[in-house]
């Protein structure tokens, strides 16, 4: 059984540089659960070639022309067919879960609606698909040097650039990914 102090729920799982899985190289994967049953994320610096202006309008939801455009992100290798919208505040929508006070995780369409005409969504963005890990399969990827953990920062989401958040993650640890060779080991 898992204990509740090592969920990694609101962290940021940070790819090493030896993992080479393209789904997850160089990858931050932003937990949203973890529990006895396994754990759920959302890469969130893995840009696709799709806009977020080409998703609405594929969605036929209008975007007027002071719109910030974002790429949308592969979420993970996981049911990529379906949305996430990852932005600041509450769960004022449909289908929300809080990850913490400051970033929330939307799977309903009213927030896609919603995104061109308010400014409080101006930072968020929209991820396909998630990464998914069975009971223990995130802690034996852990305990194999796969991954630093740090917990979630919201000004690495909606304030660094998608090409810098792998880095900036790490720099919350004091850490120089760039520095970190490829082999790992233990003493």
Not at 98 to 104: D, H, K, L, S, Y
Not at 106 to 112: A, E, M, V
Request: proline content about 5%.
């Amino acid at each position: 059984m898992m204990n509740p102090t090592s969920s990694l729920k609101n962290h940021f799982l940070i790819a090493m540089p030896n993992l080479s899985d393209p789904n997850f190289f160089r990858s931050v994967t932003l937990i949203c659960e973890h529990n006895e049953e396994g754990a759920m994320g959302i890469v969130v610096n893995h840009p696709t070639e799709v806009t977020t202006t080409e998703l609405l309008d594929h969605l036929e939801i209008k975007v007027s022309h002071d719109f910030i455009e974002r790429p949308v992100l592969a979420g993970g290798p996981v049911q990529t067919d379906r949305g996430f919208v990852i932005h600041r505040g509450g769960t004022d929508w449909q289908s929300s879960l809080m990850v913490n006070e400051q970033i929330t995780i939307t799977t309903s369409q009213d927030i896609l609606k919603a995104m061109p005409k308010q400014k409080s969504l101006n930072e968020a963005f929209v991820a396909l698909g998630y990464a998914g890990w069975g009971p223990g399969q995130l802690e034996l990827e852990m305990a194999e040097n796969s991954w630093l953990s740090t917990p979630a920062n919201a000004d690495i989401l909606f304030q660094t650039s998608v090409e810098q958040r792998w880095e900036k993650a790490a720099a919350l640890l004091g850490i120089d990914i760039a520095q970190i060779s490829s082999l790992s080991g233990h003493a």
